[in-house]
């Protein structure tokens, strides 16, 4: 976030800034899209959470409320797509653990690590030096981290194709090894941080990617739609957007950087993976 960006919330006035602050951070918003997915056998509901930013600055109560809304949405399959931290401090890690064994306890989890989790921008900022404390942390609670790897995931019976890719921030991407097993003839869902990664995936067989990292602006102008998005790409900072024949889902996130959002609120999502040939 920008100081232009906080700056701009005073000159709107008290109220609104104090909307910004202490109202819209809070008020989780349960979002649903459809996606078509070729070689699907049948619809399948992925319940998509992202940049949960435990810290001082997002409430424990969000997290929870977060998470026991997407275990009550009865998903398939739960992904989370990275920044389950925001620094080194300001949560209790036997207590995110507890929080996060629900969602593996409901459904099959699967997640990949943001650029706050570790490696050389989250140290460059005051966070982790590597990615080993929170993929622990995470793993420990059942879920299961994809650092440039897939796997087949069984959705109540159906096979969906899973890759997750470390993030372009942090971490050396190796896309060759991430896709390493997968096959041109399965539903292919991607897990990427950052949104801006497509293009490293570009040549590889996916078909809907599933990112983060945006908070969907966090504050984000009336009528223009301007935002402080950390992303080159604008058209991909919230909701579902094709990427020529595929698409990809930005998540506005659960938390925020500094405990502000306007006219942009938190988010979990369902987003419905229909066979193709279903339509959209």
Same mark, same amino acid.
């Given at each position: ?105 409901? $459904? ?14 989250? $140290? ?59 096959? $041109? ?75 502000? $959002? ?19």
């Amino acid at each position: 976030m920008t100081r232009r960006a906080f700056a701009t919330l005073p000159i709107l006035g008290i109220p609104t800034a104090a909307w910004a602050y202490v109202v819209e951070p809070g008020w989780l918003e349960f979002t649903e899209h459809t996606c078509p997915v070729p070689h699907l056998e049948r619809p399948v509901d992925v319940l998509h959470l992202s940049d949960l930013h435990a810290s001082h600055d997002v409430p424990t109560s969000l997290i929870e409320r977060a998470i026991d809304m997407a275990v009550e949405a009865k998903p398939d399959l739960i992904c989370i797509t990275g920044d389950f931290v925001t620094v080194a401090t300001g949560f209790d890690c036997r207590w995110y653990v507890s929080v996060l064994s629900k969602l593996a306890r409901s $459904r099959p989890t699967y997640a990949v690590l943001g650029n706050h989790d570790g490696g050389s921008w989250s $140290r460059d900022g005051g966070g982790f030096h590597g990615t080993g404390e929170v993929a622990s942390m995470v793993e420990s609670s059942g879920i299961q981290v994809l650092a440039d790897r897939s796997v087949k995931a069984d959705a109540r019976g159906t096979p969906v194709r899973l890759v997750g890719a470390n993030d372009i921030w942090s971490l050396r991407v190796d896309a060759e090894r991430a896709f390493g097993e997968v096959r $041109r003839d399965e539903p292919v869902v991607l897990l990427s941080h950052n949104p801006d990664s497509k293009e490293r995936f570009a040549n590889k067989p996916w078909h809907v990617m599933l990112s983060g990292h945006t908070h969907g602006g966090q504050v984000v102008v009336p009528l223009t739609g301007a935002s402080p998005a950390p992303v080159s790409d604008r058209r991909y900072v919230a909701g579902l957007k094709p990427w020529g024949e595929r698409w990809i889902h930005v998540s506005r996130g659960v938390g925020s950087i500094k405990g502000v $959002r306007f006219n942009c609120r938190p988010e979990v999502t369902r987003l419905r993976l229909v066979p193709a040939r279903l339509g959209t």
